[in-house]
T-cell receptor
Framework: EADIYQTPRYLVIGTGKKITLECSQTMGHDKMYWYQQDPGMELHLIHYSYGVNSTEKGDLSSESTVSRIRTEHFPLTLESARPSHTSQYLC???????????????FGQGTRLTVV | GNSVTQMEGPVTLSEEAFLTINCTYTATGYPSLFWYVQYPGEGLQLLLKATKADDKGSNKGFEATYRKETTSFHLEKGSVQVSDSAVYFCALRRGGSYIPTFGRGTSLIVHP
């Protein structure tokens, strides 16, 4: 069972509010990711991190920002939420070492965000 | 670049039917290949994986064989159950890159 947690599971919030989606993992993984999942279920990488103090933007442009101050924690922040931000957000982490057999990503349960 | 192509869904089957979900990939070298499953309202869970050519991954009655010659990793199950209804994602991770590449997902609906 994966040890990666996202909170909250569901969030309904008004336009213009600042929100932070939390993601924590206890596996000591260096690599962490945020995906946005559209209604058609496709996953879009919006942010990733190599490790502490390292963050990069993903393939899909996003108005959100992330930080990685601690290995286990990778929060995503929206400064001013809009209805277009309504989506499912999935956090994941993975271990990487050359030649490792443990190559899969582990996912949290997701946060379903609705901006009204 | 790396890419994964899955058959479009939804795939609708009756209980105990045979399942195949096709997945082909484009990548250099020898990527690791995965199938993930997402049940309604949940995140993705690893279903099975294969890390080299001709490996067969299996779990919960599902199987997939890493076919280098056809660059494929098709998911099969001999007899599906209603509880298998979910979205299935094929994915790869190329050696030297830690970012997984996912297909678009295939929805499976199993009727009693």
């Amino acid at each position: 069972e994966a040890d990666i947690y996202q909170t909250p599971r569901y969030l309904v919030i008004g336009t213009g509010k600042k929100i932070t989606l939390e993601c924590s993992q206890t596996m000591g993984h260096d690599k962490m990711y945020w995906y946005q999942q559209d209604p058609g279920m496709e996953l879009h990488l919006i942010h990733y991190s190599y490790g502490v103090n390292s963050t990069e933007k993903g393939d899909l442009s996003s108005e959100s920002t992330v930080s990685r101050i601690r290995t286990e924690h990778f929060p995503l922040t929206l400064e001013s939420a809009r209805p277009s931000h309504t989506s499912q957000y999935l956090c994941a982490s993975s271990e990487y070492s050359f030649g490792s057999m443990n190559t899969e990503a582990f996912f949290g349960q997701g946060t379903r965000l609705t901006v009204v | 670049g790396n890419s994964v192509t899955q058959m479009e869904g939804p795939v609708t089957l009756s209980e105990e039917a045979f399942l195949t979900i096709n997945c082909t990939y484009t990548a250099t070298g020898y990527p690791s290949l995965f199938w993930y499953v997402q049940y309604p309202g949940e995140g993705l869970q690893l279903l099975l994986k294969a890390t080299k050519a001709d490996d067969k991954g299996s779990n919960k009655g599902f199987e997939a064989t890493y076919r280098k010659e056809t660059t494929s990793f098709h998911l099969e199950k001999g007899s599906v159950q209603v509880s298998d209804s979910a979205v299935y994602f094929c994915a790869l991770r190329r050696g030297g890159s830690y970012i997984p590449t996912f297909g678009r997902g295939t929805s499976l609906i199993v009727h009693p």
